[in-house]
Structure formats: structure tokens, C-alpha cells
Nanobody, 116 residues
């Protein structure tokens, strides 16, 4: 059974940087893509970035050029480097793993707060 554990959230001033990590424990071979989503208060959860096993990436328009997703397959870990943070980036950031058997698994979330 794969489990996801996120870390790296916190409070940062606008213009600052944070790096999120998500470690997948269990059988990492069952994962074909991992991604980051976020949910701001009162809003729906939205895609931030996703990366496949082959390294293909996709980003939401609001974060393009500022965020970078990367993956260490050997460590079953995905990272989200967030630069030039804005107050509108505030929210709970969730890691998601898409499995080959069509299931999606979610982490518990980590809070990111960007002050103006």
C-alpha cells in the first residue's frame, strides 16, 4: 500500500521561496505520475503541477515560470520548488500519486502561507 507524506510548508513573505517534498512509501513501482494540488480557503482544489515517470511535466498557468516540479524515482519523492511566491499562492498543498491501476492517492496536505 502506497502512502504519501508531504513536508516543507510554512509561512513566507511575498517574493520568497519554499520547497515542498512528498515521499511515497510502499511500492513506488505502482506509481506512474505524481503531482501537486492546492486548495485555498473557500475554493476548489486545483492542479499546480504534475510529473510522470518519464519526466514529462505540466503546470497550471498561474505558476508557470515560478514553480518547478521534479522527481527522484529512486527515492519515490517528488519536489515542488516555489519561487517568487505571491499571497494568492496561499493554501493547503496536497501531493497526489496516480497509480497504474487507475487509483489516486492523496497526502494529508501541508499549509503554505504567503504574507504580503
Amino acid at each position: 500500500q502506497v502512502q504519501l507524506v508531504e513536508s516543507g510548508g510554512g509561512l513566507v513573505q511575498a517574493g520568497g521561496s519554499l520547497r515542498l517534498s512528498c515521499v511515497a512509501s510502499g511500492s513506488g513501482a505502482s506509481i506512474y505520475a505524481m503531482g501537486w494540488y492546492r486548495q485555498a480557503p473557500g475554493k476548489q482544489r486545483e492542479l499546480v503541477a504534475v510529473i510522470t515517470n518519464s519526466g514529462s511535466t505540466n503546470y497550471a498557468d498561474p505558476v508557470k515560470g515560478r514553480f518547478t516540479i521534479s522527481r527522484d524515482n529512486a527515492k519515490n519523492t517528488v519536489y515542488l520548488q516555489m519561487n517568487s511566491l505571491k499571497p494568492e499562492d496561499t493554501g493547503v498543498y496536497y501531493c497526489k500519486a496516480a497509480l497504474w491501476d487507475s487509483r489516486d492517492l492523496w497526502g494529508q496536505g501541508t499549509q503554505v502561507t504567503v504574507s504580503s
